[in-house]
């Protein structure tokens, strides 16, 4: 079994940054792909930016240009770098990474909020 914890969510005025990290624990086999979405009330989940083992990493157009995704790999953990965040910005953040043995896993989800 696998547990994928995240940290550095909470309340930010607009324009301002967060980083959120997403550690996996236990059982790791060798991850395939790592991502970032996000659920807003009323709204569907949404991708936020993934990465997949080797490639480039692929944005949202929302976030295009203001986040970015990065991965250690040796720590088997991802981040989200969210810069000029915006109100619209404000939602749970749910990380998911797929390893190469077909499983695939889902973070508990961190409230982000973005108001002054």
């Known amino acids: 079994q696998v547990q994928l914890v995240e940290s550095g969510g909470g309340l930010v005025q607009p324009g301002g940054s967060l980083r959120l990290s997403c550690a996996a624990s236990?059982?790791?086999?060798?991850?395939?792909?790592m991502g970032w979405y996000r659920q807003a009330p009323g709204k569907e989940r949404e991708l936020v930016a993934g990465?997949?083992?080797?490639?480039?990493?692929n944005y949202g157009e929302s976030v295009l240009g203001r986040f970015t995704i990065s991965a250690d790999n040796a720590k088997n953990t991802v981040y989200l770098q969210m810069n000029s965040l915006k109100p619209e910005d404000t939602a749970v953040y749910y990380c998911?990474?797929?390893?190469?043995?077909?499983?695939?896993?889902w973070g508990q989800g961190i409230q982000v909020t973005v108001s002054s």
């Open positions: 998911r990474m797929g390893f190469r043995n077909g499983y695939d896993y």
């Open positions: 236990g059982s790791i086999f060798s991850i395939y792909a």
């Open positions: 990465i997949i083992s080797g490639g480039s990493p």
